[in-house]
């Protein structure tokens, strides 16, 4: 990370996250309401998160631990069985009302509250499930470098170009052409589909905003173009 970044990159989360709970709080009631009328349960979310990596182990990689706050989007209780698993599209346990928040990201206003305590930052990779992250990172080469140094923010790179769930946009032939260089090369049937796959894919942009950090008026091109346009897929409902 290039000097002066780390400091401006923190002044820029507290001021941001600051203003973002002041112009959003008004519509987290009906959000709420929303939510308690469409399925029984509470109204947030609170789950387990991967943050920074820690270079303690060059063997064996390990993350810091936070507590990310979210509406709820699934039913309660969505992972009884199966234990800790990923959204995936069109993904039965998502509420009729998770399914407007994860389009709207407005299930992520909460994370504004992590940002403003340190947890994360708002621009950066999104953070992952800790139960998910050493199998990913045994699967994909290098997957543990996108959050060495970073912190993982509310908004990012790959989450204002792929969909929620990480997946290229079927609108995006450039990034529809990349998947398929990157993902089962040898057209074996058991591999389609794989959970790799995807991530794969968020993992370019991700390194990709962490090249950014090395300079600072590219980061600051950077950071300003995600802050500018991360509105705009939220509107266009783009992430679903």
Not at 9 to 31: C, E, M, Q, Y
Not at 110 to 139: C, H, T, W, Y
Not at 142 to 148: I, K, L, P, Q, S
Request: hydrophobic letters at 45%; glycine letters at 8%.
């Amino acid at each position: 990370m290039a000097p002066g970044v780390g400091l401006i990159k923190r002044l820029i989360d507290v001021a941001g996250s600051a203003a973002g709970l002041t112009l959003t709080l008004p519509i987290w009631i009906p959000i709420g309401i929303a939510i308690a009328i469409d399925s029984p349960g509470p109204v947030f979310f609170v789950q387990k998160r991967a943050g920074r990596l820690i270079d303690d182990d060059p063997t064996t990689p390990r993350w810091t631990e936070f507590d990310m706050i979210k509406f709820r989007t699934m039913c309660v209780d969505a992972e009884r069985g199966t234990g800790a698993v990923l959204a995936s599209k069109g993904d039965p346990r998502v509420t009729r009302v998770g399914r407007i928040l994860r389009a709207t990201r407005l299930d992520e206003l909460p994370q504004f509250i992590n940002v403003l305590k340190g947890d994360m930052s708002l621009v950066g990779p999104r953070p992952e499930r800790p139960e998910l992250l050493m199998n990913l990172a045994m699967a994909i080469p290098f997957f543990e470098e996108r959050t060495r140094g970073i912190k993982p923010g509310l908004t990012g790179l790959a989450q204002i170009s792929l969909t929620y769930s990480g997946a290229p946009r079927s609108d995006d032939d450039a990034v529809v052409k990349l998947k398929e260089s990157l993902t089962n090369p040898f057209e074996i049937e058991e591999a389609e589909g794989a959970l790799a796959d995807d991530m794969r894919i968020k993992l370019m942009f991700d390194l990709a905003y962490a090249a950014a950090l090395e300079h600072f008026w590219s980061y600051v091109r950077m950071e300003g173009n995600i802050l500018l346009k991360t509105p705009l897929v939220m509107l266009l409902s783009r992430g679903h």
